[in-house]
Protein backbone atom coordinates (compact mmCIF):
# COMPACT_ATOMS: atom_id res chain seq x y z
CA UNK A 1 0.00 0.00 0.00
CA UNK A 2 1.61 3.65 -1.07
CA UNK A 3 1.21 6.43 1.29
CA UNK A 4 -1.14 8.26 -0.84
CA UNK A 5 -3.07 5.15 -0.60
CA UNK A 6 -3.01 5.14 3.29
CA UNK A 7 -3.88 8.71 2.97
CA UNK A 8 -7.08 7.93 1.27
CA UNK A 9 -7.88 5.35 3.64
CA UNK A 10 -7.22 7.04 6.67
CA UNK A 11 -8.97 10.35 5.31
CA UNK A 12 -12.19 8.21 4.69
CA UNK A 13 -12.37 6.76 7.91
CA UNK A 14 -11.98 10.42 9.67
CA UNK A 15 -14.99 11.22 7.39
CA UNK A 16 -16.49 8.52 8.69
CA UNK A 17 -16.03 9.00 12.33
CA UNK A 18 -17.10 13.16 12.11
CA UNK A 19 -19.59 12.01 10.24
CA UNK A 20 -20.90 9.68 12.78
CA UNK A 21 -19.90 11.94 15.86
CA UNK A 22 -22.20 14.83 14.02
CA UNK A 23 -25.60 12.48 14.34
CA UNK A 24 -24.92 11.74 17.46
CA UNK A 25 -24.33 15.23 18.78
CA UNK A 26 -27.88 15.48 16.67
CA UNK A 27 -29.51 12.52 18.49
CA UNK A 28 -29.07 14.32 21.81
CA UNK A 29 -30.06 17.90 20.60
CA UNK A 30 -33.19 16.55 19.86
CA UNK A 31 -33.09 14.31 23.08
CA UNK A 32 -31.92 17.45 25.57
CA UNK A 33 -33.30 20.36 23.22
CA UNK A 34 -30.32 21.98 24.16
CA UNK A 35 -28.17 24.40 21.29
CA UNK A 36 -24.80 23.36 22.60
CA UNK A 37 -25.22 19.65 20.77
CA UNK A 38 -26.44 21.52 17.61
CA UNK A 39 -23.46 23.25 17.49
CA UNK A 40 -21.24 20.40 18.11
CA UNK A 41 -22.97 18.46 15.42
CA UNK A 42 -22.68 20.93 12.96
CA UNK A 43 -19.19 21.69 13.79
CA UNK A 44 -18.96 17.91 13.28
CA UNK A 45 -19.95 17.79 9.81
CA UNK A 46 -18.26 20.70 8.74
CA UNK A 47 -14.85 18.98 9.72
CA UNK A 48 -16.03 15.48 7.35
CA UNK A 49 -16.98 18.02 4.63
CA UNK A 50 -13.54 19.52 4.47
CA UNK A 51 -11.86 16.15 5.16
CA UNK A 52 -14.01 15.14 1.80
CA UNK A 53 -12.56 18.17 0.40
CA UNK A 54 -9.05 17.20 1.07
CA UNK A 55 -9.55 13.96 -0.58
CA UNK A 56 -11.20 15.44 -3.86
CA UNK A 57 -8.32 18.39 -4.31
CA UNK A 58 -5.10 17.89 -5.68
CA UNK A 59 -2.54 16.53 -2.92
CA UNK A 60 -0.39 19.72 -3.88
CA UNK A 61 -3.40 22.24 -3.05
CA UNK A 62 -3.98 20.79 0.15
CA UNK A 63 -2.55 23.98 1.96
CA UNK A 64 -4.42 26.13 0.36
CA UNK A 65 -6.40 28.87 2.38
CA UNK A 66 -10.26 27.52 1.87
CA UNK A 67 -9.71 24.38 3.14
CA UNK A 68 -7.93 25.49 6.65
CA UNK A 69 -10.59 28.30 6.42
CA UNK A 70 -13.45 25.24 6.82
CA UNK A 71 -11.49 24.09 9.77
CA UNK A 72 -11.17 27.45 11.38
CA UNK A 73 -15.57 27.86 10.90
CA UNK A 74 -15.70 24.46 12.64
CA UNK A 75 -13.59 25.03 15.76
CA UNK A 76 -15.26 28.32 15.86
CA UNK A 77 -18.96 26.51 16.24
CA UNK A 78 -17.25 24.98 18.98
CA UNK A 79 -15.61 27.64 20.66
CA UNK A 80 -19.38 29.60 20.56
CA UNK A 81 -20.81 26.66 21.67
CA UNK A 82 -19.20 26.62 24.73
CA UNK A 83 -19.33 30.42 25.55
CA UNK A 84 -22.83 29.98 24.37
CA UNK A 85 -23.45 27.22 27.21
CA UNK A 86 -21.37 29.31 30.13
CA UNK A 87 -23.27 32.28 29.04
CA UNK A 88 -26.44 30.92 29.50
CA UNK A 89 -25.44 28.84 32.94
CA UNK A 90 -24.64 31.42 34.45
CA UNK A 91 -28.04 33.46 33.39
CA UNK A 92 -29.74 31.10 35.50
CA UNK A 93 -28.02 31.29 38.80
CA UNK A 94 -29.80 33.02 41.28
CA UNK A 95 -28.30 36.20 41.87
CA UNK A 96 -28.72 36.59 45.73
CA UNK A 97 -26.86 36.88 48.96
CA UNK A 98 -23.12 36.42 48.84
CA UNK A 99 -22.49 32.38 49.00
CA UNK A 100 -20.51 30.85 51.99
Known amino acids: MTL ?31 RFFGFFGW ?7 ERALLVAVNPTDEFKAYIYLIRLVAF ?9 KNRS ?9 ERR
Open 43 to 49: AFFLLAF
Open 4 to 34: SELNLVLSGAIFIGCWAIGLFFFRFQKRKGD
Open 76 to 84: LFILYAIYD
Open 89 to 97: SEDSEPRGP
